[in-house]
């Protein structure tokens, strides 16, 4: 019953701030003061649509995505002279690697701009060729992030990626030779999704505790209207078996990440940084509390970028409250809430509107006055259950931003 109205409750709140009333399509304006920020681009082709996937995606179509990459760089230049201080660059998708060639270029203009330090790249097994390895190295690729989703064929089926180019004896090697190569490789697996058993959640720990990629993050099935979870076997449960079963060899990071016991901890942008730029086709951005989302219309965006102008669809400054709120649910999916920090960004008052998460947290063991205190194993739980209600919540808003920009 805590675990539905926790997750009910934050879907509720953050779909209210993410579609409130006052919302514009403003473009976003940088933080003051070159306050530095995340830059994510997206890239929204694949050669197989995944139907679990709630992200801006298209079949791939190699001159449009050459055209779709050409506006990228354009966009990224728009970015520039807005003056934005960048510190990390994450690519996602969609599968960002179907033309590797535009992606090590359009990287190379990032580079060139800001030279952040942190070059962040999601990808598909099948797409970790040597060629596409080697064009990513030289890119200065430093994290690769790799979407497994499983190694077991009946959860792939259930998640529609029956169609596989290369036998999962082959997955494994082409893994090992980029956790060799890159600095960081992060591996994706779903761990509660439909058809998932107990049994073939052991499989796939097994096989991340063969292969020690530096990071796993095994999330939840995220997709709008189902915040609640979809499989069979009760979250709680699965969640403690990948907490038992990689303890001593891997420790939790995140929410859903871990990291190997001697490594750093490297995360996705959208917990690292309090400001980000979404750059790119169906790509949301948070700068200086307003939150946006650009056209999911592809030819819309190719047009905004050929006339100069961002592509933005939808935008809202959100209220304090809403920016609390959000600054309480990153901290969660890092797994600690600095009160003394919190204190400082918004004052007492303003933490009193957030005692509902506040009491949750604080029954977690996750606060600490004047410095983060890391959560109990019972408190990364309700993180990610917390963390799981809030992207479904924009899951659920991304479709409402997709009906508004192919009407």
């Not at 792939?156 to 036998?167: N, Q």
Request: some cysteine.
């Amino acid at each position: 019953m805590l675990e539905k109205s926790l997750s009910r409750y934050v879907y509720r709140k953050s779909l209210e701030a993410l579609w409130r009333k006052g919302r514009s399509a403003d473009p976003p304006v940088p933080p003051a003061g070159g306050k530095p920020l995340m830059l994510y681009l997206h890239v929204p082709f694949c050669q197989e649509l995944c139907g679990f996937c709630t992200f801006n995606r298209y079949p791939f179509e190699e001159g449009l995505a050459r055209r779709y990459f050409q506006a990228l760089r354009a966009e990224i230049e728009i970015y520039h002279s807005m003056g934005c201080a960048v510190v990390g660059l994450y690519v996602g998708g969609g599968t960002p690697t179907v033309l590797p060639g535009e992606l090590a270029r359009t990287i190379g203009l990032v580079r060139s701009l800001w030279n952040p330090p942190v070059i962040s790249v999601e990808t598909h097994p099948d797409h970790l060729t040597e060629e596409t390895c080697a064009l990513l190295e030289e890119a200065g690729v430093n994290r690769l992030s790799v979407g497994v989703q499983s190694f077991q064929e009946p959860v792939l089926a259930t998640l529609d990626r029956r169609s596989r180019h290369i036998s999962r004896d082959e997955i494994r090697a082409r893994i090992c030779r980029s956790i060799a190569r890159f600095p960081t490789v992060n591996l994706d697996l779903i761990f509660a999704a439909p058809g998932r058993t107990i049994d073939s959640l052991k499989e796939d720990i097994l096989a991340v505790n063969e292969l020690l990629p530096h990071q796993v993050t095994f999330y939840p099935l995220m997709s709008p209207r189902s915040s609640d979870g979809v499989s069979t076997v009760p979250p709680r449960h699965l969640y403690a078996l990948i907490r038992r079963r990689l303890s001593g060899r891997y420790r939790p990071s995140s929410g859903w990440s871990f990291s190997l016991a001697d490594g750093s901890p490297i995360d996705e942008y959208i917990s690292k940084s309090e400001d980000y730029a979404g750059l790119g086709s169906g790509s949301f951005g948070y700068l200086d509390g307003r939150f946006y989302a650009n056209t999911f219309s592809i030819p819309a965006y190719l047009r905004a970028i050929g006339a100069g102008e961002l592509p933005v669809v939808r935008s809202r400054r959100l209220r304090r409250s809403e920016r609390i709120r959000y600054y309480s649910l990153m901290s969660l999916s890092n797994g600690h809430f600095d009160l003394g920090e919190a204190l400082r960004k918004f004052g007492f008052i303003s933490l009193l509107q957030l005692w509902r998460e506040l009491l949750m947290v604080a029954a977690a063991g996750g606060i600490g006055a004047g410095r983060p205190v890391r959560f109990t194993g019972k408190g990364r739980y309700f993180s990610m259950l917390a963390m799981r209600a809030f992207f479904s919540a924009v899951g659920e808003f991304r479709e409402l931003c997709r009906r508004i920009s192919t009407a």
